[in-house]
């Protein structure tokens, strides 16, 4: 790659694409494929919203095809291939950025947001540390399970005490999940979760730590601007876990920009000029440019493309915070909206549940973007759904007058 002349924006979406783990479905994916993809993603995003399915499933589903499921908890709680930490949200990540996210868990531990350590009479402390050796005696336990727990309140998502501490003993690194009931954490002593390979692996400074950070978000990215490699593993987020303690005792965010520029100066990333962006772009040296991609895909709106790339890339708001957390009647497309990647772009949008009663997916919206042709999204959009009905083990669809799309796909699906 030289830096003579601007990519074009669809050299630069090819790309991001490709990075992304996109155009390599394989016939029939198996365990090291879903292995293999989350390694490249580096970061899955948990959560808790189960209207079509548990959205952490679906970016693999969206690059691989109809996988088994179970993989991913297999990977994650089984084989411990995979952690769950706090990154732009809780995401499930390979397990050997462990030691890299300690320059984050560890300062926490002095902080004194919930009264503890620092700054907490001894009975606070006393609590805290029988919670901690109920775990280390009893684990893996979900938060209910503590001698401690009290009934849900509305404060803190319904949290009393007690999760409010375990959820703080996970930040620490001294805790960590051990496996799910439902949704539902368990927690364990971190000795018991985390192998021991990765425990005694030595750990960086924060300035390195987030130097690997940011490249194995560069290589996720593919093309990114400063801002987007920075948040695709939460380096921009807010919110105490971002915090790092300076030289001079003061609580910072990550220089993140400070890092990107030795980055560069290193040779390690490359800065570029892209086509119609306002800010310079980065990318690993050598990156090549791929072929013209014909992909198809529904995406989750937790999906790692949707959050940081496709606003940029492909002019598409991300629907998550526009539908997902606001009242029903300020809803623009829906409540779970999906967008519909084709070719190399988004092309459409669809609002799904799955009604599992019943055996039906729903299609509750489908909205066309502008400039789409409605008859061939409607056709292409008809078969993906038919192929997400199977992998959900539905019976039937459904779908609703809603969306300036829904009477083309409605016609493609009667075709069908």
């Known amino acids: 790659m030289t830096t003579d002349n ?5 050299e630069v979406r090819r790309i991001s694409l490709q990075a992304q783990g996109f155009g390599r479905e394989p016939s029939k994916p198996t365990l090291a494929h879903v292995a293999r993809l ?62 890299l996210q300690r320059y984050r868990t560890w300062p926490i ?10 700054g907490a009479d001894r009975s606070t402390r006393d609590d805290v540390a029988a919670i901690y050796d109920e775990i280390a005696e009893h684990g893996p336990l979900a938060a209910s399970e503590l001698a401690a727990a009290r009934p849900r309140t509305s404060s803190w998502w319904g949290w009393d005490r007690s999760k409010v501490v375990v959820e703080t003993l996970l930040d620490c690194g001294l805790l960590a999940v051990a496996g799910r009931r439902g949704f539902t954490r368990l927690y364990d002593i971190a000795e018991r979760v985390i192998p021991a390979e990765i425990l ?9 730590s987030q130097r690997e950070l940011l490249m194995l978000a560069a290589r996720a990215v593919g093309v990114g601007t400063a801002k987007q ?14 915090l790092v303690q300076g030289s001079n005792g003061r609580w910072l965010r990550p220089d993140w920009k400070s890092r990107i520029a030795e980055l560069v100066e290193d040779g390690r990333l490359e800065k570029i000029s892209v086509q119609g962006w306002t800010e310079p772009g980065y990318l690993l040296p050598g990156t090549r440019v791929p072929k013209p991609m014909h992909l198809r895909a529904l995406l989750s709106p937790f999906d790692s493309f949707i959050r940081v790339s496709a606003e940029l890339l492909c002019g598409f708001t991300n629907p998550l915070s526009q539908q997902l957390f606001v009242p029903a009647e300020r ?41 789409q042709n409605a008859r061939d999204v409607a056709g292409e959009l008809a078969e993906e759904l038919h192929r997400l009905r199977g992998w959900l083990e ?19 699906l009667i075709k069908a």
């Open 6 to 10: 601007a990519l074009s924006l669809p």
């Open 38 to 99: 989350a390694e490249r993603l580096v970061a899955v995003q948990l959560d808790s919203v189960n209207v079509l399915v548990r959205s952490h499933y679906l970016p693999l589903y969206s690059r691989l095809g109809p996988y088994r499921m179970s993989a991913l908890d297999e990977l994650a709680y089984r084989r411990r291939a995979l952690f769950e930490t706090w990154l732009h949200a809780t995401c499930l990540v390979p397990v050997r950025l462990y030691t």
């Open 109 to 118: 531990r002095e902080l004194s947001w919930i009264g503890w350590p620092r």
């Open 200 to 208: 005694e692996t030595e750990t960086l400074g924060p300035e390195e």
């Open 229 to 242: 490699i920075a948040a695709y593993l939460g380096l921009r987020a807010s919110g105490h876990r971002t």
């Open 331 to 371: 809803r623009q497309f829906g409540y779970y909206v999906l967008p519909f990647l084709l070719g190399e772009t988004l092309v459409g949008r669809c609002d799904l549940k799955a009604d599992r009663q019943r055996g039906v997916l729903m299609v509750q919206s489908a909205y066309l973007e502008p400039g």
């Open 394 to 412: 539905l019976g039937g669809m459904e779908v609703a007058e809603r969306g300036n799309l829904a009477g083309d796909l409605r016609q493609q």
